[in-house]
């Protein structure tokens, strides 16, 4: 019997397994924002990336705005959002591709009115200034 054709196929089987363990293709990831203000604070949400409007969302207490993509490869994503209520408006990065990737694939965030908070991590973080 030839081992030729079972030793290509055992190499092509583990090069796919390989593959797709360090693939290079990132997979998506999920950031879903709350508004977490209080009972009758309404929420507007404007987020971006450098490629990518998301357009605004308007948000009642505690209903979220949920969007997906895939990271790059260049680790470099950054989406950034802007949060209005009650006349006043804050600036944040939402996702930071090198700070976020490494622990969290779905990011889970409450807005709070000191800050947003990654509500999976129990992690409060500051307006950006």
Not at 17 to 35: E, H, M
Not at 52 to 73: A, K, M, T, V
Not at 112 to 121: A, F, S, V
């Amino acid at each position: 019997m030839n081992p030729l054709p079972i030793t290509c196929l055992l190499h092509l089987l583990l090069l796919l397994v390989v593959t797709d363990a360090f693939s290079l293709i990132p997979k998506k990831a999920t950031v879903q924002i709350y508004n977490d203000l209080g009972t009758g604070t309404d929420l507007t949400v404007h987020c971006k990336s450098k490629d990518d409007d998301l357009g605004e969302q308007h948000l009642g207490y505690r209903n979220y705005f949920e969007f997906r993509f895939r990271p790059s490869i260049f680790q470099n994503t950054l989406f950034y959002c802007s949060f209005q209520w009650n006349g006043i408006t804050h600036w944040f990065d939402i996702y930071v591709e090198l700070r976020d990737k490494p622990f969290c694939r779905e990011c889970v965030w409450d807005i709070r009115p000191d800050g947003p908070c990654l509500t999976n991590y129990d992690l409060c973080l500051p307006w950006n200034s």
